[in-house]
């Protein structure tokens, strides 16, 4: 089939080399010139694992192209995608700009029948929008339909080429075949396309990403009475997580969520509730308590050096808001350097692969070091903020001695208590008990 993506963003991106992958022809469409001749010359803009291989292996068949040129795009796809930017307004709500704009210039380019596919995150009702800004200007039949992305960064790849399940909110047999064939190759294993109303296909990706988040929110609230009470998360979590109603995934407390799909998409189905007169109490909980989170390890750290940070070095451990990406949008590492940095303390850093968009961001208010032991180096405490696999299980007699006293404050509970007090390292985590070694 012929496909079309405006939009190679991380979505756009995925989307279009995975549906290469099977054998379409797949033209991606953005208005980065610089970004598109880089792709054309093999570049991958993004880092996901197992992304490179399949991006080079469908440019060199010819079955994966980019252009500038909206029209080439419009003119190529029987179905056309649209994986373009929803970012946050000011009020938390959806920003449709940028589909609505494209929308309305699709309506001035296609000639015959095309299905137009929202794959970006949108609010209940965009379909409808998108309908409406291109039949301002169609002269033929289009279809538009709703199919939301479930994408972890990190696994989408896997997630695109093996979905647990396929969304498409349609209400056209005709658009609903077309997609159905397209899909497929993707659920010979059995899993399910479920065909539903476009509302229902956007609330469903809303919900999902805003209960994800809620659950571990709400593991965070039990971490931090953990504390107070002297009781184990851990041994919550597994008490827990082996109820099949409940499961064992999202269980894991830490320093919060970040990302740019959790943070967005819970603010705008909370601002999409107050829009249609709902009150969502339990998001509005959700984004107070997860901000508040993000600098649950300040306190402990504050407390072990008695309030004086000025002039004391940290080394932090983890940059993006996840393992196994380089993106840092809303990333808890980002809240503990700024207030880090307000305190007066200095700031060094390793990620294995975020440290240039921090660097971006930071300029030169940080340092970076090349890997995860030199960053070490004469550091009054370590801070763990992301649970990069090469972070848990480290070389402990490293640890201890390059800081200038082994402490650490783990963001993500990657170390088993007894281990840090046979290596006799102090040990701050989230709803444990605190090990504290006095020499």
Not at 2 to 26: D, F
Not at 230 to 238: K, P, Y
Not at 403 to 422: A, C, K, M, S, V
Request: glycine share 6%; hydrophobic share 40%; with cysteine.
């Amino acid at each position: 089939m012929k496909i079309s993506v405006i939009g190679t963003g991380y979505v756009g991106l995925v989307t279009g080399t995975c549906l290469a992958e099977t054998g379409n022809e797949v033209i991606c469409v953005d208005i980065d010139e610089q970004k598109v001749q880089k792709m054309r010359d093999g570049e991958v803009p993004i880092y996901e694992p197992h992304l490179d291989v399949l991006f080079e292996r469908n440019i060199q068949a010819n079955r994966l192209q980019f252009t500038t040129s909206l029209k080439e795009g419009i003119d190529h796809g029987e179905i056309i995608f649209l994986a373009l930017p929803t970012p946050e307004d000011e009020d938390g709500s959806a920003d449709l700009s940028y589909v609505l704009g494209v929308s309305n210039e699709i309506g001035k380019i296609i000639s015959e029948y095309k299905v137009i596919v929202d794959k970006s995150t949108v609010p209940v009702g965009t379909a409808e929008k998108v309908h409406k800004a291109i039949s301002v200007n169609a002269k033929c039949d289009f279809d538009v339909v709703s199919n939301p992305e479930f994408l972890r960064e990190g696994f989408a790849v896997d997630d695109f080429l093996k979905p647990e399940r396929i969304v498409v909110g349609s209400s056209s047999n005709r658009a609903t075949e077309l997609m159905q064939k397209l899909y497929k190759p993707y659920v010979r294993s059995g899993n399910p396309i479920l065909i539903m109303d476009e509302k229902s296909a956007e609330l469903t990706k809303y919900a999902a990403n805003s209960f994800l988040a809620t659950k571990i929110t709400f593991m965070n609230e039990i971490a931090n009475y953990c504390e107070k009470v002297g009781a184990d998360v851990d041994m919550i979590r597994r008490g827990m997580g082996t109820d099949s109603r409940i499961g064992k995934r999202f269980l894991f407390p830490g320093i919060g969520y970040g990302g740019s799909c959790f943070p967005k998409d819970v603010k705008a189905l909370h601002k999409s509730g107050k829009d249609d007169n709902y009150d969502f109490k339990i998001l509005e909980s959700v984004i107070e308590v997860n901000q508040k989170q993000k600098v649950a390890l300040i306190p402990k750290i504050t407390n072990y050096f008695n309030d004086d940070l000025k002039g004391k070095t940290f080394a932090i451990w983890g940059l993006a808001f996840k393992p196994e990406t380089d993106d840092i949008r809303e990333a808890p590492a980002l809240d503990v350097i700024d207030v880090l940095l307000s305190k007066g303390a200095n700031v060094r850093a390793f990620d294995p692969e975020a440290m240039d968009n921090v660097a971006r961001k930071y300029e030169n208010k940080i340092t970076f070091s090349k890997s995860m032991y030199e960053v070490l180096d004469g550091a009054n405490a370590l801070v763990i903020c992301t649970e990069w696999s090469i972070f848990r299980t480290p070389d402990f007699d490293r640890i201890k001695n390059n800081l200038i006293n082994p402490i650490i404050f783990d963001g993500r509970n990657l170390y088993d208590l007894t281990d840090l007090e046979e290596e006799e390292i102090t040990y701050f985590s989230i709803g444990r008990k605190d090990i504290k070694i006095i020499k």
